[in-house]
C-alpha cells in the first residue's frame, strides 16, 4: 500500500524543486540577466559547492543511516529478550555497508557506460567556447574572457561562433542536446528515488541532499538546452528538451513511493542509504569536480567552493541539532 502523508508531500516537493533546477539552467537562452548563470566560473562554481555538500552529506549523514539500518535488522534478541547487536553484528553491518556503498559506485559507471554504449561519441559537458557563444547569442553587449581570463571581443567570438558551429551539421546538435537530455534523465532518476527516501527517512536529510543535487542541475539544464538552441534557432524547443529531463527527478521519487509504500524494514533501509552514498559520492568525485576544474582550471576557486559547501552543510545539521529537528 502507497504512503500518504505530511512528509510524503515535503518528499514529492524537494523531488520537483530539484527538477526544476534543471529548468533554470535551461532558461538562460531566454533571459540576459540569467545568461550569467552559464558563465564558466559560475557554472564552476556552482558544481563545486554541490560536490561540496553531496560528498559531506553523504558521508556524515546518509552513510550513517545506512549502518544504523544494519545494525537495527542484523541483531537478535538476548536471553533476556532484549534486542543486541554484538561485535559481529557491527562488524557484519559495516561490511554491508561497505559493500553497498561499492554497488553505487558501480551503478553510476554502468549507467555511464550504457549511455555511451548507444552513442560513443557523446559528451554531456559543454566547452567553455559554447558558453561564450551561448552568452554572445542572447546578449552580444557583455564583455567576455576565456577561461585563462584574456578579455576577448565580440567579434573574434562571433568568429568563432561561426566557424564552431558552422563545421558541425545542425542535425549533429540537435542530437547532441537530445542525447543530453536522455542522459541527465538517466542520472536525474535514481537521484529522484535518492531524495524521496532520504526525505520520508529524515525531512533535513532529503532537503540537504536536494539542494546538493539541485545546485549541480543547473549546469546540467544549461547543457541541454545550448546545442538545442544553436541547432534549432528556437529558444522553446531548448527549454521543451530541458524541462523533459527534469521530469525524471519527481518520476523517480513516483516510482519510489510505488515501491516503497508505507515503509522498509531496516535492512533493506541500509540497502537502499548505502547505495545512494556510494551514488552521490561518485558523481561528485567522477563528474562535478572535474567539470568544475574543466571551466575554471586557474586559482583556488573550485577548492575554496568545495569546502565552502561541506561548510554550509555542517553549519545546516549544527543549526537542525540545537533547533532538535
Not at 502507497?2 to 524537494?14: K, Y
Not at 561485535?87 to 561499492?102: D, E, H, I, K, P
Not at 541547432?231 to 521530469?247: E, G, P, V, Y
Request: hydrophobic share 50%.
Amino acid at each position: 500500500m502507497v504512503a500518504t502523508g505530511h512528509n510524503v508531500g515535503i518528499a514529492f516537493a524537494l523531488n520537483i524543486a530539484a527538477g526544476l533546477a534543471t529548468c533554470i539552467g535551461g532558461s538562460v537562452v531566454f533571459s540576459k540577466s540569467l545568461v550569467h548563470l552559464a558563465s564558466p566560473k559560475s557554472l564552476s562554481v556552482a558544481l563545486s559547492l554541490s560536490a561540496g555538500v553531496m560528498l559531506f552529506i553523504s558521508l556524515v549523514e546518509i552513510y550513517g543511516k545506512s549502518v544504523e539500518g544494519f545494525t537495527a535488522g542484523l541483531g537478535e534478541d538476548n536471553a533476556d529478550g532484549e534486542y543486541e547487536c554484538d561485535q559481529t553484528c557491527q562488524g557484519n553491518s559495516w561490511l554491508a555497508g561497505t559493500a553497498c556503498f561499492v554497488t553505487g559506485f558501480c551503478i553510476i559507471y554502468v549507467m555511464d557506460w550504457i549511455v555511451h554504449k548507444i552513442s560513443p561519441d557523446f559528451s554531456d559537458e559543454l566547452d567553455v567556447a559554447d558558453l561564450q557563444a551561448l552568452e554572445v547569442a542572447v546578449d552580444p553587449t557583455l564583455p567576455h574572457f576565456h577561461a585563462t581570463g584574456t578579455p576577448i571581443t565580440n567579434s573574434k567570438l562571433d568568429d568563432e561562433k561561426t566557424i564552431k558551429f558552422n563545421a558541425k551539421s545542425r542535425h549533429q546538435l540537435n542530437r547532441t542536446g537530445v542525447l543530453t537530455a536522455v542522459a541527465i534523465a538517466i542520472h536525474n532518476l535514481p537521484e529522484g528515488v535518492a531524495t524521496y527516501i532520504a526525505a520520508m527517512r529524515d525531512v533535513r536529510v532529503g532537503a540537504v541532499l536536494a539542494i546538493g543535487i539541485a545546485l549541480h542541475n543547473i549546469p546540467e539544464g544549461i547543457a541541454v538546452a545550448t546545442p538545442v538552441y544553436f541547432a534549432t534557432d528556437s529558444r522553446c524547443k531548448a527549454f521543451l528538451w530541458t524541462f523533459i529531463s527534469a521530469l525524471a527527478e519527481p518520476l523517480g521519487g513516483v516510482l519510489a513511493w510505488l515501491v516503497v509504500g508505507e515503509g522498509l524494514n531496516p535492512v533493506v533501509e541500509g540497502v537502499m542509504f548505502g547505495i545512494v552514498t556510494g551514488m552521490m559520492v561518485t558523481i561528485s568525485i567522477k563528474e562535478l569536480i572535474p567539470t568544475a576544474v574543466k571551466y575554471w582550471p586557474q586559482g583556488s576557486v573550485v577548492t575554496v567552493a568545495i569546502f565552502g559547501g561541506m561548510l554550509i552543510m555542517a553549519t545546516s545539521l549544527i543549526l537542525f541539532a540545537y533547533a532538535g529537528v
